[in-house]
T-cell receptor
């Protein structure tokens, strides 16, 4: 079974530029998550989708971050404009359902550096 | 709000020995899930072990076991017969029963020395 795919793996941009990350979850997984992991911290949930609907985006900075999951499969996360404090690893994860306790499978992450 | 605390930023252990990683959490929920995830250097995060709060029996997965103390809100991970491949960041995480918003601790960096 193929795992969660993410691209790009690394990205360096200047502040005020825009950037987009892509995620392809495990086939058949209804729920998709985007996490932000700042160096030295644990991952923090940004947004959660079930199929193509948003379940939770309470921690997403909506003035600069946006995400979509068209057709309930792939997802993109965009930052526009980027700030220095957005430097982090962005992790995508997926799980089969929405029920609490479902194992979440993580992708390799995209390491973003904002200069 | 649920918080997860890992008080040991770094730990080391000799190969073949046993090590215990600590985790405490704060919640008013009675039913929930607890997890330990492993993040090896430059590799993706994988689930090590999971515990349902309603189960009194501690979860075990091969060399990995937990000591779940519900009243104390403590959830420690014991790694027996440590191997070099166990070197990684270990994250403790909490999830409510009916939603899958997972809250992570800050992590413990474990180094297994030959």
């Amino acid at each position: 079974e193929a795992g969660v795919a993410q691209s790009p793996r690394y990205k360096i941009i200047e502040k005020r530029q825009s950037v987009a990350f892509w995620c392809n979850p495990i086939s058949g997984h209804a729920t998709l998550y985007w996490y932000q992991q700042i160096l030295g911290q644990g991952p923090k949930l940004l947004i959660q989708f079930q199929n193509n609907g948003v379940v939770d985006d309470s921690q997403l900075p909506k003035d600069r971050f946006s995400a979509e999951r068209l057709k309930g499969v792939d997802s993109t996360l965009k930052i526009q404009p980027a700030k220095l404090e957005d430097s982090a690893v962005y992790l995508c994860a997926s799980s089969f359902g929405l029920a609490g306790g479902d194992e979440q499978y993580f992708g390799p992450g995209t390491r973003l550096t904002v200069t | 709000a649920q918080t997860v605390t890992q008080s040991q930023p770094e730990m080391s252990v000799q190969e073949a020995e046993t090590v215990t990683l600590s985790c405490t959490y704060d919640t008013s929920e009675s039913n929930y899930y607890l997890f330990w995830y492993k993040q090896p250097p430059s590799r993706q995060m994988i689930l090590v072990i999971r515990q349902e709060a309603y189960k009194q029996q501690n979860a075990t997965e091969n060399r990995f076991s937990v000591n779940f103390q519900k009243a104390a809100k403590s959830f420690s991970l014991k790694i027996s017969d440590s191997q070099l491949g166990d070197t990684a960041m270990y994250f403790c995480a909490f999830m409510k029963q009916l939603v899958s918003d997972m809250r992570f601790g800050a992590g413990t960096r474990l180094t297994v020395k030959p």
